[in-house]
């Protein structure tokens, strides 16, 4: 017997029973996008190596570490990508997008790679959807594109179990002052730090606040926050923020030590996160970042945006025992007697061209093992065809949710299945 080939550590085989979960989210996802006037952008699955060296950063752990990259057999140096912000804002400079509209609203869903120690909830690939905002620099774009993820959580039922978490790194100025700041509280310090953060003492040390290494985690505890140092535009910016998702009745908490420590990053950085999640708990990270169109050559252009874990989101989902709701037929179509399997068949397809979703047995089994079968997928409704009812037109409709069963006409039926009855 040869070896069974198996799949590559850390990625997933998203099976069917999954696959209606997640197109599902993706319905969901793609309505609320169209509600607020995003379009979908798809970029390649792989880029130019440099696109991420200098659009994520060399000192961030997934450029460092984590990224797939390989040469073609032209000696160019590729990369799966880790994540779209950049290609999403290499596309807009390279396709000119900026001259279609002021403000250019997007959102994308795929595939992402990165090598990293594979745990629940953590895969080397996995997906994402997210949302870029390119254009406008006022605090009510930051609203309207977190506003967005709040919109998704809510049709999903689920925003009562995520936590928006949100703070301002300012703007350049701003961070300049506090830099100093920060060095100073540091520096007494400065030799039992890890060799990482005593390295970027120097050229970043706003990600010493990132660092995993408890030793530097206990040292930055009571370090000065970057709030404090905000100037007054950049706090005017945050306010306004702030005042406007309360407006909104979304709910928030700040927290000062969530910082991106990448220079472009500018103003609002926020992350949700939900406890049910265990370990990893983020499901979505975004922010402001007004200075790295520039910085991939293109002009001085604001953007803010954010990206959500999609196997997060339905982790989320699935403890909050949710994620049921996602599946379901509209109908099952239960035949008690082989000879009603030619009314069955036309049946069902006026019902599919009706636009539910139906299914019925191809393996004429029992009704017993039928109902049984209506069970695991879920189906709102049982319609029984019996013999008799088949002779005067009517049928047994059974509602699975309160388990109420009568006798009607078929167009009866129908109109209690499309929810018109
Ligand atoms: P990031 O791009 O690192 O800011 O991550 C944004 C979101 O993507 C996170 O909040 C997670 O929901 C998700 N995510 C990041 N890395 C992974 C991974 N390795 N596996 C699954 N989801 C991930």
Same mark, same amino acid.
């Given at each position: 017997?040869?070896?069974?080939?198996?799949?590559?550590?850390?990625? !997933?085989?998203?099976?069917?029973?999954?696959?209606?979960?997640?197109? &599902?989210?993706?319905?969901?996802?793609?309505?609320?996008?169209?509600?607020?006037?995003?379009?979908?952008?798809?970029?390649?699955?792989? %880029?130019?190596?440099?696109?991420?060296?200098? *659009?994520?950063?060399?000192?961030?752990?997934?450029? =460092?570490?984590?990224?797939?990259?390989? %040469?073609? /057999?032209?000696?160019?140096?590729?990369? @799966?990508?880790?994540?779209?912000?950049?290609?999403?804002?290499?596309?807009?400079?390279?396709? #000119?997008?900026?001259?279609?509209?002021?403000?250019?609203?997007?959102?994308?869903?795929?595939?992402?790679?990165?090598?990293?120690?594979?745990?629940?909830?953590?895969?080397?690939?996995?997906?994402?959807?997210?949302?870029?905002?390119? *254009?406008?620099?006022?605090?009510?774009?930051?609203?309207?594109?977190? *506003?967005?993820?709040?919109?998704?959580?809510?049709?999903?039922?689920? =925003?009562?179990?995520?936590?928006? /978490?949100?703070?301002?790194?300012?703007?350049?100025?701003?961070?300049?002052?506090?830099?100093?700041?920060?060095?100073?509280?540091?520096?007494? !310090?400065?030799?039992?730090?890890?060799?990482?953060?005593? $390295?970027?003492? %120097?050229? #970043?040390?706003?990600?010493?606040?990132?660092?995993?290494?408890?030793?530097?985690?206990?040292?930055?505890?009571?370090?000065?926050?970057?709030?404090?140092? @905000?100037?007054?535009?950049?706090?005017?910016?945050?306010? =306004?923020?702030?005042?406007?998702?309360?407006?909104?009745?979304?709910?928030?908490?700040?927290?000062?030590?969530?910082?991106?420590?990448?220079?472009?990053?500018?103003?609002?950085?926020?992350?949700?996160?939900?406890?049910?999640?265990?370990?990893?708990? &983020?499901?979505?990270? *975004?922010?402001?970042?007004?200075?790295?169109?520039?910085?991939?050559?293109?002009?001085?252009?604001?953007?803010?945006?954010?990206?959500?874990?999609?196997?997060?989101?339905?982790?989320?989902?699935?403890?909050?025992? /949710?994620?049921?709701?996602?599946?379901?037929?509209?109908?099952?179509? &239960?035949?008690?007697?082989?000879?009603?399997?030619?009314?069955?068949?036309?049946?069902? $397809?006026?019902?599919?061209?009706?636009?539910?979703?139906?299914?019925?047995?191809?393996?004429?089994?029992?009704?017993?093992?039928?109902?049984?079968?209506? !069970?695991?997928? !879920?189906?709102?409704?049982?319609?029984?065809?019996?013999?008799?009812?088949?002779?005067?037109?009517?049928?047994?409709?059974?509602?699975?949710?309160?388990?109420?069963? =009568?006798?009607?006409?078929? &167009?009866?039926?129908?109109?209690?299945?499309?929810?018109?009855?």
């Amino acid at each position: 017997m040869p070896d069974k080939i198996q799949r590559i550590k850390g990625t !997933n085989d998203i099976l069917p029973g999954e696959t209606e979960k997640w197109q &599902a989210l993706e319905r969901v996802i793609q309505t609320v996008m169209m509600r607020s006037a995003y379009s979908e952008i798809r970029t390649p699955i792989f %880029e130019k190596t440099e696109l991420f060296a200098r *659009g994520v950063g060399e000192d961030t752990d997934i450029v =460092s570490k984590e990224m797939y990259s390989f %040469e073609d /057999k032209g000696g160019t140096s590729i990369t @799966l990508r880790p994540e779209l912000t950049a290609p999403v804002v290499r596309s807009y400079i390279q396709n #000119n997008l900026q001259q279609i509209a002021p403000t250019t609203k997007v959102w994308y869903h795929g595939p992402l790679f990165r090598q990293e120690r594979p745990q629940k909830g953590r895969y080397r690939q996995f997906y994402q959807f997210g949302a870029e905002t390119i *254009g406008s620099p006022f605090p009510e774009t930051d609203v309207e594109t977190i *506003g967005l993820y709040w919109e998704i959580l809510t049709e999903l039922g689920i =925003s009562d179990a995520v936590v928006l /978490k949100i703070n301002s790194v300012g703007d350049e100025a701003s961070r300049e002052t506090y830099r100093q700041v920060l060095r100073e509280f540091l520096r007494p !310090n400065l030799g039992e730090m890890s060799e990482t953060s005593q $390295r970027r003492f %120097e050229t #970043n040390p706003l990600r010493i606040l990132d660092s995993k290494d408890p030793g530097d985690k206990a040292m930055t505890d009571h370090a000065p926050k970057l709030v404090d140092y @905000l100037n007054e535009s950049s706090e005017r910016h945050y306010k =306004s923020v702030l005042e406007l998702l309360s407006s909104l009745e979304i709910p928030y908490e700040q927290d000062d030590r969530l910082v991106r420590g990448l220079d472009y990053y500018t103003h609002t950085a926020f992350e949700f996160t939900s406890d049910v999640l265990g370990a990893q708990d &983020a499901v979505c990270g *975004g922010g402001r970042y007004d200075g790295l169109i520039e910085e991939l050559g293109g002009g001085k252009v604001p953007a803010i945006g954010w990206a959500s874990g999609t196997e997060r989101l339905l982790l989320v989902m699935e403890a909050l025992e /949710k994620s049921q709701s996602l599946t379901g037929l509209d109908c099952y179509l &239960a035949i008690p007697g082989d000879e009603q399997r030619p009314t069955a068949t036309t049946l069902i $397809r006026e019902w599919r061209r009706a636009g539910l979703s139906c299914d019925t047995d191809l393996q004429r089994r029992s009704l017993k093992a039928q109902m049984r079968e209506a !069970n695991r997928q !879920n189906a709102r409704f049982v319609v029984i065809l019996g013999e008799s009812e088949r002779k005067n037109g009517s049928v047994q409709l059974k509602s699975m949710e309160t388990g109420a069963q =009568s006798e009607m006409s078929i &167009a009866a039926a129908l109109k209690m299945m499309l929810g018109q009855a």
